[in-house]
């Protein structure tokens, strides 16, 4: 009777929704405990590829159920895009195999439009937030006015939507243009949408079937280092990507959590504002963006790039609690000379191993260990054995550092493209 939980343990964009969709055969339940439609979640099978972002990345193999959890913030208007899209091309209606938690909050266009304002107002200090409500809509919850998914079946909904909505007049007065009024409309439309949808007590559902011995895959979104607690404050989400995020986020109690599986990056990257160690500004840093078609799922940005950063990963195993590792995109390190490891860092004059939580370029030099690299022969590698001798050292030596041994290497997109480590 146990959940497993799979997250990022880096700043989103490791590889998740790849992952969910390889594990999902078996389980029965997957499920989302945080985030919304900030997160973009890739899978590629059968020559198609498709990105999730409110949706669970169960939906894809047959017989599994899907849940949207209480943690989440859901934008029904992007839901309804993104429920037609997979309609449309792949034939899958989700109304049967999708619930969503009644005690989800709701982002309305006035949450977007706050999210826009806000950012705007930063100038130079802007988070870089996906412009998608996500603050805000967390601020209201926190603030106890927030639109829950249970609303929207009230006969007074509309009513409690002003009353929401008059809490920021104040701030937003001259905003509502007649392009809100649009977006308006279609959160309306969206709102009738998704009352077909199964809205129920989700932490029932898990727990019920809990007691049965389903098994349940939790699906984080973002990654431990956007953590609004741990990440590097103010440069976060506004939710609890961690572990934790798991059990507030669907209502299950921390003694049922079982295996928690680490998403890692063979490299780093990072999408937004904020502080990264180990970016690089230069050739190397640009063929990684490259190899790895590094741009956001969501926004379409440019991600920043990289080398591994040791002690953050160790700083995100612990507050995970992580039982195991996943490495992905190692074949994006394919054909470099050398690959480079950050073992500690510089920091205000002296030598640490530790990730410290105020962190700007000025203050902080990584302190690098290199490896001989490996060659784009590795990318058809199915099984341990096929690999080369210097990546699996890569590996050890990332093993041995952080004491969590690495149990899949992804080599490339597609579901096929994986190796699994005893
Ligand atoms: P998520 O948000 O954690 O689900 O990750 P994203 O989908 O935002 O970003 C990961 C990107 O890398 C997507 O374009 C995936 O298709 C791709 N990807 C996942 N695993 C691998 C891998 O092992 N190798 C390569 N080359 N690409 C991968
Ligand atoms: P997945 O689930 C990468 C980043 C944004 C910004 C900060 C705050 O695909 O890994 P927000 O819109 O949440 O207010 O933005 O967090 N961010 C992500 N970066 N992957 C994500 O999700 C992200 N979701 C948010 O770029 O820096
Ligand atoms: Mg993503």
Redesign the pocket.
């Known amino acids: 009777m146990s959940v497993d939980v799979l997250l990022?343990l880096q700043?989103?964009?490791?590889g998740?929704g790849k992952v969910v969709d390889f594990l999902a055969p078996k389980y029965d339940f997957i499920a989302r405990f945080q985030?919304g439609p900030?997160?973009?979640?890739t899978l590629k099978f059968d020559n198609k590829k498709h990105v999730l972002h409110q949706i669970p990345s169960g939906i894809f193999r047959k017989n599994k159920h899907n849940i949207i959890g209480n943690g989440v913030v859901l934008d029904p208007v992007i839901f309804k895009k993104e429920v037609d899209a997979i309609h449309e091309k792949f034939n899958i209606d989700l109304h049967e195999i999708i619930s969503i938690s009644n005690k989800a909050q709701l982002i309305s266009p006035v949450h977007r439009l706050l999210?826009r304002v806000l950012e705007e107002n930063k100038g130079k200090k802007k988070?870089?937030?996906?412009?998608?409500g996500?603050?805000p809509t967390y601020q209201d919850k926190i603030g106890r006015h927030g639109l829950r998914v249970g609303d929207v079946l009230s006969k007074s909904f509309k009513e409690k939507y002003e009353k929401q909505k008059s809490y920021h007049d104040y701030f937003l007065e001259g905003h509502y243009n007649d392009s809100f009024k649009n977006e308006e409309e279609d959160f309306f439309l969206a709102v009738d949408f998704l009352k077909k949808f199964n809205l129920t007590d989700t932490e029932y559902l898990i727990n019920n079937n809990l007691i049965k011995d389903r098994k349940i895959l939790a699906e984080g979104?973002?990654?431990t280092l956007?953590d609004i607690d741990f990440g590097s404050y103010p440069?976060?989400?506004?939710s609890n990507t961690t572990t934790a995020g798991a059990c507030i986020g669907l209502g299950i109690s921390p003694n049922k959590i079982h295996n928690v599986y680490g998403i890692f990056k063979a490299y780093c990257t990072?999408?937004?504002?904020?502080p990264f160690p180990t970016e690089l500004f230069d050739d190397i840093g640009d063929k990684i963006a490259q190899n790895g078609k590094e741009f956001?799922?969501?926004?379409g940005r440019p991600r920043r790039c990289g080398w591994l950063d040791i002690p953050a990963l160790k700083y995100s195993i612990m507050l995970n609690g992580v039982t195991h590792l996943y490495m992905m995109k190692a074949d994006v390190l394919s054909d470099f000379d050398k690959v480079k490891v950050c073992i500690g860092y510089e920091y205000e004059g002296k030598e640490i191993n530790y990730f410290p939580s105020i962190i700007d370029s000025d203050n902080i030099k990584p302190i690098y260990k290199s490896f001989s690299g490996w060659t784009s022969g590795v990318n058809s590698s199915r099984k341990y054995s096929d690999l080369e001798e210097n990546f699996k050292s890569y590996i050890s030596f990332i093993e041995d550092n952080v004491g969590v041994k690495v149990k899949l290497i992804s080599l490339g997109p597609d579901r096929d493209e994986t190796v699994l480590l005893d």
Not at 296 to 299: I, L, P, V, Y
């Open positions: 990022g700043w989103g964009d490791e998740k985030g900030n997160a973009g979640h999210d988070i870089g937030s996906t412009l998608k996500i603050g979104a973002q990654g956007l440069f976060v989400t506004s990072r999408v937004g504002a904020g956001g799922s969501t926004t």
